[in-house]
């Protein structure tokens, strides 16, 4: 039987319990340790962001598997209203799941019937948002004790009582309407909630901050570009860190084992790259921190001196490889700039770059260090086509890597551009560009702008791909059961054999395209597979000619959770 829901309507700012007054009970709230947060990968929930602090989207689950998942059926759903991109995977612990939608509302579940046990609504009614971007998403929740905690769009980080959603405190990183927002899920490390901000094209400094999980006082504050004086400071022209960017909006990856926290750091500000001669560190990189006190270890840049605004915040996955006959403990990232990197998580040496869609910018490395083609930089008044384009061969949507296969699965666009250099001067709050362009179709790929693709980590070379009409916007889980899920823009959910690509399982036509991060956990012995559906974000607001494809402008609008289970 599958249930339908359909329920909202609360006070801005306030939390709502289903529960109220004792009328129903709570259910029981395992307590979220260390030592589970330390073995996610192996617990029965889906405990963060991307399940386990190594970042994998995997699960060593089997009771959804390559021949029980025809049996694959939805069993509760709830739609919510809001017309904005839904980002949040669903947060499970015990009974309890967990899921943000678009401007900051919480919603939280029994993970197995659908009941509505509490919610809350962030009250934006005084917050610019028109200086976010790419739309008023949020990317989910972080866990820890009895807690929950949720990063908002005016720069708050509130901690609730996980049962029922009371607030223990609330603290406020930096004022907004400055360019600054944050969509981040969350990262629990050792005692402290680390999150990090948007704003790069506000000229916003970037950070990653860590607070202190019982009180939220700060614990620790590092900037992703470093001021003068700092290392990497001289990569800069004077005075331009100041509205460098370097915003790091996806949650990052913690190495237990080190000690080391990885966070991907966006574009620099302003996009036009004539107007900040230099390396511009550590801007599209991934840094490596001690998550202790947030010095910076080493980092690794993956478009120096970035115009293109090919970014660097992609999720950074642990995995060991094996290439050319060397084993590795690396960081595995599809770069928006087109490559597929493996970097040496020790040291943040460069392992391979190879591209996994068209990419002609970023051409290669000497010495590990990326390099770039002078002819396909943008300029006043001179035009260049360029492939990837600025929304990338992957967007923000993340890989899964399955340890079963020794494969990545990578959600793709094929897209090119035309961008060219206008003038353009720092003004707190409004865009800081310098540049104008058009996304294109990628010649090589006519007539398709997505893909789905199996890239073997120990060469980097695509084992199996899936290429489809509209662009592939949704995130990716892998399973014991020898599966990849993810769900396309229009509306579907798939399961592929993840060493074959066969595909094996297709939903129904759902209520809109997929956008979010699917998540799968077991309650009661049961496996269960979540994902919201809702399309929205980057590609139909800054999608250039394939935002105006009839296909993806037709895309119905409006959230919907969607929990499966075998039947």
């Not at 979540?530 to 000619?545: E, K, M, R, V």
Request: net charge neutral; hydrophobic share 40%.
């Amino acid at each position: 039987m599958k249930l339908h829901l359909n329920l909202f309507g609360v006070g801005a700012g306030l939390a709502l319990a289903a529960f109220a007054g004792g009328a129903l009970a709570a259910p029981a709230f395992p307590e979220v340790t260390q030592a589970r947060l330390a073995n996610a990968q192996h617990d029965d929930g889906w405990l963060m962001y991307r399940g386990s602090y190594n970042s994998q989207g995997y699960k060593p689950f089997d009771q959804i598997n390559k021949d029980s998942v025809k049996g694959l059926k939805e069993v509760w759903s709830y739609k919510y209203p809001l017309k904005q991109g839904y980002e949040s995977p669903p947060v499970v612990n015990g009974d309890y799941m967990f899921v943000t939608t678009p401007l900051d509302h919480l919603l939280v579940f029994n993970a197995t019937t659908g009941k509505l046990l509490w919610k809350y609504e962030k009250d934006l009614s005084d917050t610019g948002l028109k200086t976010v971007c790419c739309d008023v998403v949020n990317r989910g929740v972080a866990l820890l004790g009895d807690t929950v905690y949720m990063a908002t769009l005016d720069n708050y980080v509130i901690a609730f009582e996980a049962k029922t959603g009371k607030v223990k405190w609330q603290k406020q990183l930096i004022a907004p309407d400055l360019g600054y927002a944050m969509t981040v899920a969350p990262l629990i490390v050792g005692d402290n909630v680390v999150v990090g901000v948007s704003g790069g094209e506000y000229g916003a400094r970037g950070f990653i901050e860590a607070l202190n999980a019982k009180t939220g006082e700060q614990a620790w504050k590092t900037y992703s570009v470093p001021a003068p004086g700092e290392p990497g400071g001289d990569t800069w022209p004077k005075g331009a860190y100041k509205t460098g960017g370097g915003a790091t909006w996806i949650t990052g990856t913690y190495d237990q084992s080190t000690g080391t926290l990885f966070w991907g750091v966006g574009n620099p500000g302003p996009w036009l790259a004539t107007l900040r001669p230099g390396l511009n560190l550590w801007t599209d990189s991934v840094i490596a921190m001690d998550a202790k006190t947030g010095k910076i270890k080493w980092g690794f840049q993956y478009t120096p001196n970035d115009t293109w605004d090919y970014d660097g915040v992609n999720e950074t996955v642990m995995t060991d490889v094996t290439y050319e006959g060397k084993k590795h403990k690396a960081l595995v990232s599809a770069s928006r700039n087109g490559l597929f990197y493996a970097i040496d998580r020790t040291d943040g040496k460069l392992i391979y770059a190879k591209p996994f869609v068209t990419a002609t910018s970023v051409i290669g490395s000497i010495d590990g260090r990326m390099v770039t083609d002078a002819a396909k930089r943008p300029g006043i008044d001179h035009e260049i086509f360029t492939c990837p384009s600025f929304l990338g061969g992957k967007n923000w949507w993340p890989i899964s890597v399955s340890p079963q296969t020794n494969m990545a699965y990578v959600p793709a666009m094929h897209t090119c551009m035309t961008m060219s250099g206008t003038t353009v001067s720092y003004k707190a709050g409004l865009p800081f560009l310098g540049e104008q362009f058009n996304v294109m179709e990628d010649p090589a790929f006519k007539g398709h702008w997505g893909d789905v693709i199996a890239i073997d980590l120990n060469t980097g070379n695509k084992v199996w791909n899936h290429t489809t009409k509209l662009p592939w916007n949704d995130g990716m889980l892998s399973t014991a059961g020898g599966l990849v899920f993810s769900g396309s823009v229009d509306g579907y959910f798939h399961a592929w054999d993840a060493k074959t690509g066969k595909q094996l399982w297709k939903s129904k036509k759902m209520s809109s395209g997929f956008l979010g991060v699917p998540s799968t956990f077991m309650v009661g012995g049961k496996q269960y597979i979540a994902l919201w559906s809702g399309f929205g974000g980057a590609s139909p607001i800054w999608g250039g000619d394939m935002a105006k494809d009839p296909a993806m402008k037709a895309i119905p609008r409006g959230g919907e959770l969607h929990v499966f289970t075998l039947q």
